[in-house]
């Protein structure tokens, strides 16, 4: 397996000689050494740990730390994470640099309509996924190389725009659907469901109180970290005026407000507070969190658009670290109407999975930055369907028609998977959706045929006979749709039937495309449901659209990259 690091220049004092008789050779021989975490608190699974100091002139500032050489270690085993050795493997030298999370991910499979007509799961517009596999891709990682958990495919599809039909009347979405035949198994069929809500200039919307929180702990010192955030709020700034209010809040070994209340066009005054931030210390995100909650209530702004942004690596060392505990947090502070808006940074100690609970507890959403590019993508250009939520605890239900459906299998979603109970209660949290979103799900059916049509002989207590409605309807499925006003707290609900008239033998190019990302992440997940799916089809299926926007032309040079 190839090392990916990062060069740092570390003048190492000479305890760090201490590790020769523990340590592999080429740590112990020389006091330049790649590799990329010098932490300032120590690993939990670490084996060997020495004191260390070191001056760090690419960010030019110095410090001690308890710093922790793992030699091969796994990183910590959370609830539901998978060890980062089972990713990432052990590099040759036998050092494990890479401790980035990533919750395991049990794909969805195959459901018999006959016993399990309903499908129910909350809505997704996170992208996080896509942008991060993007960085892995371009960092020379190979499919192989690149942890399955990494991999939902819900973001990779939700991540590019589609030509959507917007919402008719008082309705919030405006439903798209296409069926046809399913490109990685001509034996089955796939559906393309598409909901867009109606896109607002974000100086249409209403005023805002926006709290930029900062992880300025000493992993976020890395170029693609504290550097990126204060470049990417930058572009950020330049859209608010005289209606927004902004505040500044900083987590490390401490909290620190470096800004509160101060209006969205006293630019200067912003941009040199966030100019100020230097990175240092150890990561205390709970207590970052706690008081930026705090600065948004004391700003709050009736009938406004409250938000906390966050920018981190993930890294919490100190205070509540769990995902459970966290999870309970932030889900108590959802309830004061202040939205959450998570935004990734940063490699190796990334915390996929912190971040990803951060922001389906907070009633947000998720993505990863990478670059300044996609820095403007999701603050400028998506600004408004990043910023206005529309609609809050949206869920869906489909109700398959067993006359036309077999089988089916949603196309990731596996972390929003509800209880068919949990569509109709309203205290079960789910997914919001902002001004300008879209959401696409894509289900791959097995149609019903004479062969695989069962009257239920084998069923002791159950008789799948197809009701009257079933027999005479010409629906594939219901789709059920609940949500609430952002200011609300009891559902309203939308059923829209999807019939034979959304068949077709010649799919759009949204639906091509749809299928060429979804397709995409079952061969990097080595899906046991890929069929006849492989990158060369996916190429295959590319070549025959064109590809309007930088982001789908963008996405097939991916492809072509791991395709060499």
């Excluded at 006091?31 to 760090?56: C, G, K, L, W």
């Excluded at 405006?174 to 069926?179: R, T």
């Excluded at 890294?315 to 947090?329: I, T």
């Excluded at 502070?333 to 959450?340: M, T, W």
Aim: charged share 25%.
């Amino acid at each position: 397996m190839k090392r990916k690091t990062v060069l740092r220049s570390i003048i190492a004092s000479t305890t760090l000689l201490s590790l020769a008789a523990c340590g592999p050779a080429n740590v112990a021989t020389t006091t330049t050494e790649d590799y990329t975490t010098v932490a300032s608190e120590p690993a939990t699974t670490a084996v060997d740990t020495a004191p260390m100091e070191y001056i760090d002139y690419t960010n030019s500032y110095s410090k001690t730390a308890n710093a922790t050489l793992s030699y091969a270690v796994e990183a910590e085993n959370y609830d539901g994470l998978v060890a980062a050795d089972e990713f990432w493997g052990v590099p040759e030298d036998g050092i494990n640099w890479n401790t980035e999370e990533y919750d395991s991910i049990r794909e969805n499979v195959f459901k018999d309509v006959s016993t399990s007509p309903l499908s129910t799961f909350a809505a997704d517009v996170d992208s996080a996924s896509y942008s991060n596999l993007r960085r892995l891709i371009n960092n020379g990682y190979t499919l192989k190389e690149i942890p399955a958990g990494a991999v939902r495919a819900e973001e990779m599809i939700n991540y590019f725009t589609y030509n959507y039909d917007g919402p008719e009347g008082n309705d919030p979405f405006g439903v798209n659907a296409e069926i046809s035949t399913c490109p990685w198994n001509s034996e089955h069929k796939l559906l393309h469901l598409g909901l867009q809500t109606e896109a607002i200039d974000f100086s249409e919307t209403p005023d805002s109180n926006i709290v930029l929180l900062v992880d300025v702990s000493g992993s976020m010192s890395d170029e693609n970290k504290l550097p990126l955030v204060k470049e990417s709020f930058s572009l950020l700034i330049d859209n608010l005026s005289e209606k927004d209010t902004v505040s500044i809040v900083t987590y490390a070994s401490g909290v620190d407000v470096v800004l509160e209340g101060v209006s969205g066009d006293r630019k200067d005054k912003i941009l040199d507070a966030l100019d100020s931030l230097r990175a240092g210390g150890s990561t205390n995100g709970t207590g970052g969190i706690d008081e930026a909650y705090r600065v948004a209530e004391a700003n709050f702004i009736k009938n406004g658009n409250n938000r906390v942004i966050i920018a981190s690596d993930g890294d919490f060392n100190v205070g509540k670290s769990s995902a459970s505990d966290l999870s309970k947090q932030i889900q108590e502070k959802a309830k004061k109407g202040i939205y959450l808006s998570v935004l990734g940074y940063g490699m190796y100690n990334y915390s996929d999975t912190r971040m990803e609970t951060l922001a389906d507890d907070g009633n947000g959403n998720y993505a990863y930055i990478d670059t300044l590019h996609e820095a403007k993508k999701v603050l400028v250009e998506e600004l408004g369907a990043n910023m206005l939520t529309v609609a809050k605890d949206v869920k869906f239900q489909v109700e398959f028609n067993p006359k036309y459906v077999s089988e089916y299998r949603l196309i990731g979603y596996e972390n929003r998977a509800l209880n068919n109970e949990d569509f109709d209660d309203d205290t079960k949290d789910a997914g919001e959706i902002g001004a300008g979103h879209s959401v696409t799900v894509l289900y791959e059916i097995v149609p019903t045929t004479e062969e695989n049509t069962d009257n239920g002989k084998d069923l002791k207590y159950q008789n799948s006979n197809l009701t009257e409605e079933a027999l005479k309807s010409n629906d594939w499925l219901t789709l059920s749709v609940r949500y609430k006003e952002p200011d609300e707290d009891e559902s309203k609900l939308l059923e829209y039937e999807i019939g034979s008239k959304y068949y077709t033998d010649k799919p759009s190019e949204d639906f091509i495309f749809s299928a060429a990302v979804a397709e995409f992440a079952m061969v990097a997940r080595n899906s046991e449901f890929v069929a006849d799916g492989s990158l060369d089809h996916i190429v295959e299926e590319l070549n025959t659209i064109p590809l309007k926007d930088e982001y789908r032309r963008e996405f097939a040079t991916l492809v072509d990259k791991v395709n060499l």
